[in-house]
T-cell receptor
Framework: AQTVTQSQPEMSVQEAETVTLSCTYD???????LFWYKQPPSRQMILVIR??????QNATENRFSVNFQKAAKSFSLKISDSQLGDTAMYFC??????????FGAGTRLFVKA | DTEVTQTPKHLVMGMTNKKSLKCEQH?????MYWYKQKAKKPPELMFV???????INESVPSRFSPECPNSSLLNLHLHALQPEDSALYLC?????????????FGPGTRLTVL
């Protein structure tokens, strides 16, 4: 069975600093897709970043980047220059390309002014 | 238009009521999803429609009845719900049912069952 583990239930970071959210997963598949979704308080969930397992290069979207370690089955999210608007629940998610996406338990991130 | 809309935003219903949740997207996506989300928890998949056909039912109780009248619209009919069904119900869509593509989520309907 495939699983996604986020070991940090809550984190906080000072505005303008950098924070890294951890995610590990377990699968026997060789080809799969990884995602980080952001769910701000009382607002809808949006995709932050997406990584295809067959690509060695780490995905980057503006201040958001990932450290994808396929052998270690690790997919951490780094947020640089944290902003107050980054306060949200962050879900790591995994898919083999079928109909289902498996979500981790989430990490609640607080950005302090 | 890159938006998934859901109505109503809030719904309070008794255990004997019948109500419906509505979800709409105009992005040309051919897969639509219903999720249930409890507070501080990840979304739990309930149903997946792909090309207007029900592709996945995650053993959801029959008091939840999905319907996909066309490729842009997804309904969730509710009947004889229990208090433990109180949650945020999220609709999502994606280009196809293959989850290689990102899912676009709606804002959700916050359901309270009394």
């Amino acid at each position: 069975a495939q699983t996604v583990t986020q070991s940090q239930p809550e984190m906080s970071v000072q505005e303008a600093e950098t924070v890294t959210l951890s995610c590990t997963y377990d699968t026997s598949e060789n080809n799969y897709y990884l995602f980080w979704y952001k769910q701000p308080p009382s607002r809808q969930m949006i995709l932050v970043i997406r990584q295809e397992a067959y690509k060695q290069q780490n995905a980057t979207e503006n201040r958001f980047s990932v450290n994808f370690q396929k052998a270690a089955k690790s997919f951490s999210l780094k947020i640089s220059d944290s902003q107050l608007g980054d306060t949200a629940m962050y879900f790591c998610a995994f898919s083999t390309g079928g109909f289902k996406t498996i979500f981790g338990a989430g990490t609640r991130l607080f950005v302090k002014a | 238009d890159t938006e998934v809309t859901q109505t109503p935003k809030h719904l309070v219903m008794g255990m004997t009521n019948k109500k419906s949740l509505k979800c709409e997207q105009h992005m040309g996506h051919r897969a639509m999803y219903w999720y249930k989300q409890k507070a501080k928890k990840p979304p739990e998949l309930m149903f997946v429609y792909s090309y207007e056909k029900l592709s996945i039912n995650e053993s959801v109780p029959s008091r939840f009845s999905p319907e996909c009248p066309n490729s842009s619209l997804l309904n969730l009919h509710l009947h004889a719900l229990q208090p433990e069904d109180s949650a945020l119900y999220l609709c999502a869509s994606s280009l196809t049912g293959l989850t290689t593509f990102e899912q676009f989520f709606g804002p959700g309907t916050r359901l309270t069952v009394l």
